[in-house]
């Protein structure tokens, strides 16, 4: 079974504060893929990053950052610098790759980011 | 950028009355999903689809749902009868392409803006 654990349920923070966002998963398969989203008030989703399992390197990418760790089934996710406009609602998610023909994703419960002026 | 569109944005029906759900993916891609949140919660996967048939479904979609993409470029999904429980924000994603060994991390589902369905 596939699992994603997203133990935050709800953050706060103040402008400029620096904040990781935890998520750790579950899974059988050794070939997977690791997704952030970003849900905003409005409510869309919005690709943040893709990982697969055979890539731990750390990805940067502007003030935001990914910490993927096999070793601790983990891929937590940083802001640097946090920002108002940074508040929203935040999901971690796996996909496995043993149904080539359209594996779902599996997302957190997520983590409510609130950043303060 | 390519978008997936999907409409409308807010719906509002009867309980008991069916419903269709549109969407129309980026126009390469060839798979297609619908996932649901129910407010406040998180993003249950509903329904894969590719070559023109259900590839997987969760237990959520059971016999009351449907999905079809009558045209090529259209995405639907029904509900037949629909429960209060029904209520939720409906996504539709796409993806170009299963599988791909793409270490730079930027490919992934592309997601649709929802649908808010309002069961009364």
């Known amino acids: 079974a596939q699992k994603v654990t997203q133990a935050q349920t709800e953050i706060s923070v103040v402008e400029k504060e620096d904040v990781t966002l935890d998520c750790v998963y579950e899974?059988?398969?050794?070939?997977?893929?690791l997704f952030w989203y970003k849900q905003p008030p409005s409510g869309e989703l919005v690709f943040l990053i893709r990982r697969n399992s055979f890539d731990e390197q750390n990805e940067i990418s502007g003030r935001y950052s990914w910490n993927f760790q096999k070793s601790t089934s983990s891929f937590n996710f940083t802001i640097t610098a946090s920002q108002v406009v940074d508040s929203a609602v935040y999901f971690c998610?796996?996909?496995?790759?043993?149904?080539?023909?359209?594996?779902?994703?599996?997302f957190g419960k997520g983590t409510t980011l609130s950043v303060s002026s | 950028e390519p978008e997936v569109t999907q409409t409308p944005s807010h719906q509002v029906t009867q309980m008991g009355q069916e419903v269709i759900l549109r969407c129309v993916p980026i126009s390469n891609h060839l798979y297609f999903y619908w996932y649901r949140q129910i407010l406040g919660q998180k993003v249950e996967f509903l329904v894969s689809?590719?070559?023109?048939?259900?590839?997987?479904k969760s237990e959520i979609f059971d016999d009351q749902f449907s999905v079809e993409r009558p045209d090529g470029s259209n995405f639907t999904l029904k509900i037949r009868s629909t429960k209060l429980e029904d209520s939720a924000m409906y996504f539709c994603a796409s993806m170009e392409e299963q599988g791909l060994d793409d270490s730079e991390g930027t490919y992934g589902y592309t997601f649709g803006s929802g649908t808010r369905l309002t069961v009364v």
């Open positions: 899974t059988r398969d050794t070939t997977y893929y």
């Open positions: 689809f590719y070559n023109n048939e259900i590839s997987e």
């Open positions: 998610a796996l996909s496995e790759t043993s149904n080539q023909a359209g594996t779902a994703l599996i």
